[in-house]
Protein backbone atom coordinates (compact mmCIF):
# COMPACT_ATOMS: atom_id res chain seq x y z
CA UNK A 1 0.00 0.00 0.00
CA UNK A 2 1.34 3.45 -1.13
CA UNK A 3 1.46 6.30 1.56
CA UNK A 4 1.13 8.64 -2.02
CA UNK A 5 -2.59 7.44 -2.15
CA UNK A 6 -5.34 10.02 -3.13
CA UNK A 7 -5.45 13.05 -4.66
CA UNK A 8 -8.76 15.23 -5.07
CA UNK A 9 -7.79 17.70 -8.03
CA UNK A 10 -10.37 20.49 -8.33
CA UNK A 11 -11.02 20.90 -11.46
CA UNK A 12 -11.16 24.65 -12.03
CA UNK A 13 -10.82 24.44 -16.22
CA UNK A 14 -14.11 24.53 -18.16
CA UNK A 15 -16.27 22.73 -15.42
CA UNK A 16 -18.40 24.04 -12.35
CA UNK A 17 -15.73 25.43 -9.50
CA UNK A 18 -17.78 23.30 -7.09
CA UNK A 19 -16.55 20.26 -9.09
CA UNK A 20 -14.03 17.92 -7.50
CA UNK A 21 -12.30 14.68 -8.06
CA UNK A 22 -9.84 12.23 -7.41
CA UNK A 23 -6.84 12.23 -9.73
CA UNK A 24 -5.19 9.05 -8.49
CA UNK A 25 -5.29 6.35 -5.71
CA UNK A 26 -2.44 4.40 -5.65
CA UNK A 27 -2.27 0.70 -4.21
CA UNK A 28 -5.02 0.72 -2.04
CA UNK A 29 -5.82 -3.05 -0.58
CA UNK A 30 -8.30 -5.73 -1.76
CA UNK A 31 -11.38 -5.29 -0.22
CA UNK A 32 -12.57 -8.67 -0.60
CA UNK A 33 -15.74 -8.81 1.76
CA UNK A 34 -17.14 -6.57 4.32
CA UNK A 35 -14.87 -7.59 6.80
CA UNK A 36 -11.95 -7.21 5.21
CA UNK A 37 -13.44 -4.04 3.53
CA UNK A 38 -13.49 -2.31 6.50
CA UNK A 39 -10.44 -3.12 8.11
CA UNK A 40 -8.71 -0.32 6.65
CA UNK A 41 -9.46 3.31 6.04
CA UNK A 42 -7.93 6.13 5.12
CA UNK A 43 -7.96 9.92 5.44
CA UNK A 44 -9.62 12.72 3.55
CA UNK A 45 -8.08 13.37 -0.05
CA UNK A 46 -6.01 15.96 0.09
CA UNK A 47 -6.98 18.86 -2.94
CA UNK A 48 -4.09 18.98 -5.56
CA UNK A 49 -4.80 20.33 -8.96
CA UNK A 50 -1.67 19.13 -10.26
CA UNK A 51 -2.88 15.97 -10.50
CA UNK A 52 -5.70 16.12 -13.22
CA UNK A 53 -2.80 14.44 -15.62
CA UNK A 54 -3.69 11.21 -14.08
CA UNK A 55 -7.27 10.97 -13.95
CA UNK A 56 -7.09 12.36 -18.17
CA UNK A 57 -4.66 9.05 -18.77
CA UNK A 58 -7.52 6.87 -16.99
CA UNK A 59 -9.77 8.00 -19.94
CA UNK A 60 -7.01 6.19 -22.38
CA UNK A 61 -7.11 3.00 -21.48
CA UNK A 62 -8.78 0.26 -22.92
CA UNK A 63 -10.47 -3.25 -21.92
CA UNK A 64 -9.06 -6.49 -23.12
CA UNK A 65 -11.72 -9.34 -22.61
CA UNK A 66 -10.27 -12.62 -22.94
CA UNK A 67 -13.11 -15.56 -22.77
CA UNK A 68 -10.93 -19.30 -23.83
CA UNK A 69 -9.57 -18.67 -27.29
CA UNK A 70 -11.39 -15.60 -27.84
CA UNK A 71 -10.66 -12.13 -27.13
CA UNK A 72 -11.96 -8.84 -27.65
CA UNK A 73 -10.60 -5.28 -26.98
CA UNK A 74 -13.60 -2.62 -25.89
CA UNK A 75 -13.60 0.87 -24.99
CA UNK A 76 -14.46 1.56 -21.83
CA UNK A 77 -17.54 3.48 -22.61
CA UNK A 78 -18.55 0.03 -24.32
CA UNK A 79 -18.37 -2.02 -20.65
CA UNK A 80 -21.89 -1.67 -19.58
CA UNK A 81 -23.07 -3.23 -23.29
CA UNK A 82 -20.80 -5.82 -23.47
CA UNK A 83 -22.18 -9.10 -23.18
CA UNK A 84 -20.29 -10.27 -20.27
CA UNK A 85 -19.99 -14.79 -19.71
CA UNK A 86 -19.52 -15.93 -16.03
CA UNK A 87 -15.38 -16.34 -16.00
CA UNK A 88 -14.32 -13.54 -18.42
CA UNK A 89 -11.04 -12.24 -17.69
CA UNK A 90 -10.32 -8.26 -17.71
CA UNK A 91 -6.90 -6.60 -18.68
CA UNK A 92 -6.50 -3.07 -18.52
CA UNK A 93 -4.56 -2.08 -21.29
CA UNK A 94 -1.26 -0.10 -21.44
CA UNK A 95 -1.16 -2.54 -18.26
CA UNK A 96 1.23 0.49 -16.95
CA UNK A 97 -1.63 2.81 -16.74
CA UNK A 98 -4.17 -0.06 -15.64
CA UNK A 99 -1.90 -0.53 -12.99
CA UNK A 100 -2.07 3.08 -11.89
CA UNK A 101 -5.85 3.39 -11.56
CA UNK A 102 -7.36 3.25 -8.16
CA UNK A 103 -8.34 0.16 -6.74
CA UNK A 104 -11.66 -0.69 -4.34
CA UNK A 105 -12.65 -4.04 -3.45
CA UNK A 106 -10.33 -5.38 -6.02
CA UNK A 107 -11.93 -3.17 -9.16
CA UNK A 108 -10.18 -1.24 -10.74
CA UNK A 109 -11.61 2.42 -11.27
CA UNK A 110 -11.90 4.06 -14.91
CA UNK A 111 -13.29 7.37 -15.51
CA UNK A 112 -14.97 7.53 -19.07
CA UNK A 113 -15.82 11.05 -18.57
CA UNK A 114 -15.91 13.20 -15.15
CA UNK A 115 -19.29 12.17 -13.43
CA UNK A 116 -18.95 8.85 -15.48
CA UNK A 117 -16.82 5.72 -13.96
CA UNK A 118 -16.69 2.08 -14.10
CA UNK A 119 -15.67 -0.36 -11.92
CA UNK A 120 -13.38 -3.38 -13.90
CA UNK A 121 -13.13 -6.62 -12.14
CA UNK A 122 -9.98 -8.48 -13.20
CA UNK A 123 -12.53 -11.61 -13.51
CA UNK A 124 -16.19 -10.69 -14.51
CA UNK A 125 -18.26 -13.19 -12.62
CA UNK A 126 -21.85 -13.82 -12.96
CA UNK A 127 -24.36 -14.44 -9.45
CA UNK A 128 -27.91 -16.00 -11.11
CA UNK A 129 -30.26 -14.87 -8.08
CA UNK A 130 -34.26 -14.83 -8.42
CA UNK A 131 -33.56 -15.24 -12.15
CA UNK A 132 -31.53 -12.20 -12.56
CA UNK A 133 -27.79 -12.34 -13.85
CA UNK A 134 -25.97 -10.10 -11.35
CA UNK A 135 -22.30 -8.98 -11.45
CA UNK A 136 -20.90 -10.28 -8.74
CA UNK A 137 -18.30 -7.82 -8.07
CA UNK A 138 -21.22 -5.25 -7.73
CA UNK A 139 -22.73 -7.40 -4.82
CA UNK A 140 -20.42 -7.87 -2.77
CA UNK A 141 -19.76 -4.41 -2.31
CA UNK A 142 -23.04 -4.26 -0.63
CA UNK A 143 -21.12 -6.01 2.73
CA UNK A 144 -21.46 -9.81 1.30
CA UNK A 145 -20.97 -11.92 -1.36
CA UNK A 146 -23.86 -13.48 -3.73
CA UNK A 147 -24.10 -16.86 -1.24
CA UNK A 148 -25.97 -14.74 1.42
CA UNK A 149 -27.78 -11.35 -1.11
CA UNK A 150 -31.18 -13.30 -0.14
CA UNK A 151 -30.68 -14.48 3.63
CA UNK A 152 -29.93 -10.84 4.42
CA UNK A 153 -32.27 -9.07 3.21
CA UNK A 154 -34.85 -11.42 4.10
CA UNK A 155 -33.47 -10.39 7.62
CA UNK A 156 -33.24 -7.03 7.17
CA UNK A 157 -36.81 -7.06 5.93
CA UNK A 158 -38.19 -8.71 8.55
CA UNK A 159 -36.16 -6.12 10.90
CA UNK A 160 -37.82 -3.29 9.35
CA UNK A 161 -41.14 -4.44 9.26
CA UNK A 162 -40.65 -5.12 13.02
CA UNK A 163 -39.88 -2.12 13.68
CA UNK A 164 -40.99 0.32 11.14
CA UNK A 165 -43.79 -1.43 9.56
CA UNK A 166 -44.92 -0.43 6.01
CA UNK A 167 -47.52 -1.70 3.43
CA UNK A 168 -47.75 -2.10 0.03
CA UNK A 169 -48.61 1.03 -1.24
CA UNK A 170 -46.30 2.98 0.57
CA UNK A 171 -43.45 5.03 -0.96
CA UNK A 172 -39.79 3.52 0.06
CA UNK A 173 -36.51 5.47 -0.50
CA UNK A 174 -33.81 2.77 -0.15
CA UNK A 175 -30.73 5.23 0.50
CA UNK A 176 -27.40 3.72 -0.27
CA UNK A 177 -29.24 0.75 -2.10
CA UNK A 178 -25.97 -1.19 -3.76
CA UNK A 179 -27.55 -3.70 -5.46
CA UNK A 180 -30.95 -3.17 -4.40
CA UNK A 181 -31.15 -6.18 -1.87
CA UNK A 182 -34.41 -4.55 -0.59
CA UNK A 183 -36.15 -4.46 -3.80
CA UNK A 184 -36.02 -7.86 -4.38
CA UNK A 185 -37.82 -8.60 -1.41
CA UNK A 186 -40.07 -5.97 -2.24
CA UNK A 187 -41.12 -7.06 -5.87
CA UNK A 188 -44.06 -8.63 -5.04
CA UNK A 189 -44.71 -7.21 -2.01
CA UNK A 190 -45.29 -3.69 -3.38
CA UNK A 191 -48.22 -2.87 -5.25
CA UNK A 192 -49.32 -0.59 -7.99
CA UNK A 193 -49.62 2.57 -5.65
CA UNK A 194 -46.58 1.63 -3.68
CA UNK A 195 -42.80 2.79 -4.83
CA UNK A 196 -39.55 2.20 -4.47
CA UNK A 197 -36.60 4.76 -4.71
CA UNK A 198 -33.12 3.48 -4.34
CA UNK A 199 -30.25 5.46 -4.43
CA UNK A 200 -26.40 5.06 -4.19
CA UNK A 201 -23.18 6.55 -5.42
CA UNK A 202 -21.81 3.46 -7.19
CA UNK A 203 -22.67 4.07 -11.22
CA UNK A 204 -22.28 0.58 -12.33
CA UNK A 205 -24.98 -0.39 -9.73
CA UNK A 206 -27.39 1.90 -10.59
CA UNK A 207 -26.89 1.08 -13.99
CA UNK A 208 -26.97 -2.13 -13.91
CA UNK A 209 -30.38 -1.89 -11.89
CA UNK A 210 -32.45 0.47 -14.18
CA UNK A 211 -31.44 -1.52 -17.32
CA UNK A 212 -32.04 -4.78 -15.34
CA UNK A 213 -35.24 -4.20 -12.73
CA UNK A 214 -37.01 -0.65 -13.83
CA UNK A 215 -38.33 -2.65 -16.63
CA UNK A 216 -39.90 -5.68 -15.18
CA UNK A 217 -40.71 -3.24 -12.08
CA UNK A 218 -41.98 0.25 -13.14
CA UNK A 219 -42.29 1.32 -9.77
CA UNK A 220 -38.87 0.83 -9.02
CA UNK A 221 -36.90 3.36 -10.37
CA UNK A 222 -32.76 3.99 -9.11
CA UNK A 223 -30.97 7.41 -9.06
CA UNK A 224 -27.13 7.60 -9.05
CA UNK A 225 -25.45 10.50 -7.60
CA UNK A 226 -22.02 11.49 -8.23
CA UNK A 227 -21.09 12.12 -4.77
CA UNK A 228 -17.41 11.12 -3.16
CA UNK A 229 -16.52 8.24 -1.39
CA UNK A 230 -12.97 7.17 -1.51
CA UNK A 231 -14.25 4.14 -1.17
CA UNK A 232 -17.34 3.56 -3.47
CA UNK A 233 -16.59 6.42 -5.78
CA UNK A 234 -13.00 7.71 -5.60
CA UNK A 235 -13.92 9.47 -8.75
CA UNK A 236 -17.01 11.17 -7.85
CA UNK A 237 -17.75 14.69 -8.98
CA UNK A 238 -20.00 15.78 -5.91
CA UNK A 239 -19.99 16.34 -2.57
CA UNK A 240 -22.89 14.39 -0.57
CA UNK A 241 -23.86 17.36 1.30
CA UNK A 242 -25.06 18.48 -2.58
CA UNK A 243 -27.53 16.22 -3.03
CA UNK A 244 -31.42 16.61 -3.10
CA UNK A 245 -33.02 13.42 -2.64
CA UNK A 246 -35.40 12.81 -5.91
CA UNK A 247 -38.64 13.17 -4.25
CA UNK A 248 -40.65 15.94 -3.18
CA UNK A 249 -41.26 17.31 0.33
CA UNK A 250 -43.23 15.07 2.91
CA UNK A 251 -43.91 12.55 0.26
CA UNK A 252 -41.73 9.90 1.82
CA UNK A 253 -43.32 6.75 3.72
CA UNK A 254 -39.88 4.78 4.77
CA UNK A 255 -36.79 5.95 4.47
CA UNK A 256 -34.37 2.57 5.15
CA UNK A 257 -30.96 3.38 5.21
CA UNK A 258 -28.72 -0.34 6.00
CA UNK A 259 -24.90 0.57 6.65
CA UNK A 260 -24.82 4.05 5.08
CA UNK A 261 -23.97 5.92 7.76
CA UNK A 262 -21.22 3.63 8.90
CA UNK A 263 -19.75 5.29 5.97
CA UNK A 264 -20.44 8.68 6.09
CA UNK A 265 -18.98 11.71 7.50
CA UNK A 266 -20.80 14.15 10.31
CA UNK A 267 -21.54 16.87 7.92
CA UNK A 268 -22.69 14.08 5.15
CA UNK A 269 -24.97 12.32 7.66
CA UNK A 270 -26.28 15.80 8.79
CA UNK A 271 -27.50 16.41 5.64
CA UNK A 272 -29.67 13.49 4.74
CA UNK A 273 -30.94 13.94 8.28
CA UNK A 274 -31.93 17.41 6.88
CA UNK A 275 -33.07 15.90 3.52
CA UNK A 276 -35.41 13.09 5.56
CA UNK A 277 -36.84 15.57 7.24
CA UNK A 278 -38.10 17.44 4.14
CA UNK A 279 -39.46 14.37 2.34
CA UNK A 280 -40.47 12.38 5.23
CA UNK A 281 -44.36 12.64 5.52
CA UNK A 282 -45.77 13.54 8.86
CA UNK A 283 -46.15 9.92 9.82
CA UNK A 284 -43.06 8.94 7.41
CA UNK A 285 -40.30 7.08 9.56
CA UNK A 286 -36.44 6.99 8.62
CA UNK A 287 -34.83 3.56 9.98
CA UNK A 288 -30.93 3.96 10.01
CA UNK A 289 -28.49 1.57 10.87
CA UNK A 290 -25.01 2.76 11.89
CA UNK A 291 -22.17 2.14 14.74
CA UNK A 292 -22.91 3.71 18.14
CA UNK A 293 -19.89 4.33 19.36
CA UNK A 294 -19.26 2.40 22.45
CA UNK A 295 -18.47 3.92 26.13
CA UNK A 296 -17.73 0.67 27.59
CA UNK A 297 -15.18 -2.30 26.99
CA UNK A 298 -16.41 -4.27 24.38
CA UNK A 299 -16.08 -7.65 22.72
CA UNK A 300 -15.75 -7.89 19.55
CA UNK A 301 -16.02 -11.06 17.55
CA UNK A 302 -13.15 -11.84 15.66
CA UNK A 303 -14.09 -11.08 11.89
CA UNK A 304 -14.86 -8.03 13.36
CA UNK A 305 -12.06 -7.15 15.76
CA UNK A 306 -11.20 -4.28 13.49
CA UNK A 307 -13.70 -1.95 14.77
CA UNK A 308 -11.48 -0.46 17.26
CA UNK A 309 -12.64 3.17 16.52
CA UNK A 310 -9.59 4.66 17.96
CA UNK A 311 -9.68 7.56 15.37
CA UNK A 312 -11.26 10.61 17.07
CA UNK A 313 -12.69 12.66 14.04
CA UNK A 314 -13.96 15.48 16.83
CA UNK A 315 -17.89 16.40 17.89
CA UNK A 316 -18.19 12.09 19.45
CA UNK A 317 -17.47 10.78 16.16
CA UNK A 318 -14.55 8.21 15.40
CA UNK A 319 -13.03 5.92 12.74
CA UNK A 320 -10.84 2.98 12.89
CA UNK A 321 -7.80 1.68 10.20
CA UNK A 322 -6.20 3.91 7.27
CA UNK A 323 -9.88 5.25 5.42
CA UNK A 324 -11.59 7.86 6.54
CA UNK A 325 -15.31 6.64 5.57
CA UNK A 326 -14.00 2.82 6.05
CA UNK A 327 -16.23 2.47 9.23
CA UNK A 328 -17.36 5.19 11.03
CA UNK A 329 -19.34 5.70 14.91
CA UNK A 330 -21.06 7.98 16.49
CA UNK A 331 -21.43 8.38 20.14
CA UNK A 332 -25.02 8.90 21.17
CA UNK A 333 -24.74 12.41 21.98
CA UNK A 334 -23.88 12.99 18.50
CA UNK A 335 -26.67 11.45 17.17
CA UNK A 336 -28.82 12.94 19.16
CA UNK A 337 -27.43 16.76 17.92
CA UNK A 338 -27.23 15.70 14.70
CA UNK A 339 -30.69 14.23 15.09
CA UNK A 340 -31.96 17.42 16.69
CA UNK A 341 -30.71 19.95 14.61
CA UNK A 342 -32.28 17.83 11.59
CA UNK A 343 -35.96 18.48 13.45
CA UNK A 344 -36.30 15.14 13.70
CA UNK A 345 -36.70 12.94 16.98
CA UNK A 346 -36.52 9.29 17.87
CA UNK A 347 -39.15 7.16 18.09
CA UNK A 348 -38.24 4.55 20.19
CA UNK A 349 -34.71 3.99 21.89
CA UNK A 350 -32.10 2.74 19.47
CA UNK A 351 -32.08 -0.80 18.62
CA UNK A 352 -29.01 -2.77 19.88
CA UNK A 353 -26.38 -3.95 17.37
CA UNK A 354 -24.59 -7.49 18.06
CA UNK A 355 -21.34 -6.38 16.46
CA UNK A 356 -19.75 -5.01 19.60
CA UNK A 357 -20.65 -8.46 21.41
CA UNK A 358 -22.00 -6.35 24.30
CA UNK A 359 -25.61 -6.76 23.95
CA UNK A 360 -26.23 -10.31 24.45
CA UNK A 361 -29.71 -11.33 23.77
CA UNK A 362 -31.15 -7.85 23.55
CA UNK A 363 -29.37 -7.29 20.14
CA UNK A 364 -31.77 -6.94 17.12
CA UNK A 365 -29.62 -6.75 14.44
CA UNK A 366 -25.30 -6.80 13.18
CA UNK A 367 -25.91 -3.19 13.44
CA UNK A 368 -27.06 -0.39 16.01
CA UNK A 369 -30.54 1.31 14.51
CA UNK A 370 -32.08 4.93 14.96
CA UNK A 371 -35.77 4.92 13.95
CA UNK A 372 -36.62 8.80 13.29
CA UNK A 373 -39.82 10.94 12.69
CA UNK A 374 -40.41 14.37 11.82
CA UNK A 375 -40.18 16.31 15.14
CA UNK A 376 -43.52 18.37 15.22
CA UNK A 377 -42.31 20.45 18.02
CA UNK A 378 -38.56 21.35 16.38
CA UNK A 379 -38.55 24.84 15.38
CA UNK A 380 -38.80 26.38 12.16
CA UNK A 381 -35.53 26.28 10.19
CA UNK A 382 -34.57 28.23 7.45
CA UNK A 383 -35.17 26.62 4.41
CA UNK A 384 -32.44 24.60 3.23
CA UNK A 385 -30.30 25.65 0.90
CA UNK A 386 -26.74 24.99 -0.55
CA UNK A 387 -25.84 28.04 -2.23
CA UNK A 388 -25.87 25.88 -5.36
CA UNK A 389 -28.37 25.67 -7.94
CA UNK A 390 -29.97 22.67 -6.83
CA UNK A 391 -29.95 19.16 -8.73
CA UNK A 392 -33.33 18.70 -9.64
CA UNK A 393 -33.59 22.61 -11.42
CA UNK A 394 -30.51 22.29 -13.22
CA UNK A 395 -30.05 20.90 -16.36
CA UNK A 396 -26.60 20.88 -16.37
CA UNK A 397 -26.07 19.45 -13.18
CA UNK A 398 -27.66 16.78 -13.23
CA UNK A 399 -26.05 16.23 -16.67
CA UNK A 400 -23.06 16.27 -14.66
CA UNK A 401 -24.45 14.27 -11.95
CA UNK A 402 -26.00 11.63 -13.76
CA UNK A 403 -28.79 11.84 -12.04
CA UNK A 404 -32.08 10.77 -14.17
CA UNK A 405 -35.07 12.42 -12.56
C1 LIG B 1 -22.28 -1.53 3.03
S1 LIG B 1 -23.06 -0.99 1.59
C2 LIG B 1 -24.77 -1.33 1.94
C3 LIG B 1 -25.61 -1.45 0.71
C4 LIG B 1 -27.11 -1.71 0.90
N1 LIG B 1 -27.70 -0.75 1.80
C5 LIG B 1 -27.34 -3.11 1.37
O1 LIG B 1 -27.64 -3.28 2.56
O2 LIG B 1 -27.21 -4.03 0.57
C6 LIG B 1 -22.98 0.78 1.72
C7 LIG B 1 -23.62 1.49 0.56
O3 LIG B 1 -23.61 2.90 0.80
C8 LIG B 1 -23.36 3.53 -0.43
N2 LIG B 1 -22.87 4.91 -0.19
C9 LIG B 1 -21.63 5.31 0.13
N3 LIG B 1 -21.58 6.66 0.23
C10 LIG B 1 -22.83 7.11 -0.03
C11 LIG B 1 -23.41 8.40 -0.10
N4 LIG B 1 -22.70 9.48 0.13
N5 LIG B 1 -24.72 8.48 -0.38
C12 LIG B 1 -25.47 7.36 -0.63
N6 LIG B 1 -24.95 6.12 -0.60
C13 LIG B 1 -23.65 5.99 -0.30
C14 LIG B 1 -22.33 2.64 -1.07
O4 LIG B 1 -22.17 2.87 -2.44
C15 LIG B 1 -22.88 1.26 -0.74
O5 LIG B 1 -23.77 0.79 -1.72
Redesign the pocket.
Known sequence: MSAESGKISLAAAGRSQFTFRIARIVGMPHFGDAGKALSVSKGDMSIDAKNEAAAERSRSVELVIARGEQSWTIKPAEFDDFPFEDDDRITIIPRELGDELPVTWGDRHVEIVPGRAIRVPSVYKIAEINGFRMPAHLIS???EGPARFEELAKA?IDNYQKYSPFDPDMTIVD?????A?LAFQLFNFLNARGRYIG????RD?MAWCQKNITPQHPNFTFHH?D?F?EL??PYGCYR?KDFRMPAADRSVDRIF????FT??LED?VMHYLREFRRVLKPDGLAHASFFLYPEQPINLPPHLSFLTFENHYGNGVYGCGEWKRGAVAYTDEAMRRMIGNAGLRLVRPYLKGWWSGVHGDAAEFGQDAAILARDPNAPRTKRWSIGLPQFRENPLARLLSGLRS
Open positions: LTGLLGCGMRIDVVSFANYNTLSSVHLE
